[in-house]
């Protein structure tokens, strides 16, 4: 069964950085592409970024030039580097694995002062 875990969340002031990673496991990594997902309170949730096998990458227009996707193969994480983070970036982070559907439980980012 394919399992994902999330970790790197936490509470952060604006402007400042998270590095979020999620760890899959029970599939071949490499072959699939990954994405990040987030849940701000009382929203849907909506896709951050993106990162195919070939390790190219989209963004939301929102994120765009501020957070970096990228992913590990020998390690089979992805990775979700989060600079100049503002309020309106808390949420649940959620990644998921393209090749199975699976998601993971999700970590909390709160960029507050």
């Known amino acids: 069964q394919v399992q994902l875990v999330e970790s790197g969340g936490g509470l952060v002031q604006p402007g400042g950085s998270l590095r979020l990673s999620c760890t899959v496991s029970?599939?071949?990594?490499?072959?699939?592409?990954k994405g990040w997902y987030r849940q701000a309170p009382g929203k849907q949730r909506e896709l951050v970024a993106t990162v195919s096998s070939g390790g190219s990458t989209n963004y939301v227009d929102s994120v765009k030039g501020r957070f970096t996707i990228s992913r590990d193969n020998a390690k089979n994480t992805v990775y979700l580097q989060m600079n100049s983070l503002k309020p309106e970036d808390t949420a649940v982070y959620y990644c998921?694995?393209?090749?199975?559907?699976?998601w993971g439980k999700g970590t909390l980012v709160t960029v507050s002062s």
């Open positions: 998921r694995d393209y090749g199975s559907g699976y």
């Open positions: 029970g599939n071949i990594f490499s072959i699939y592409a």
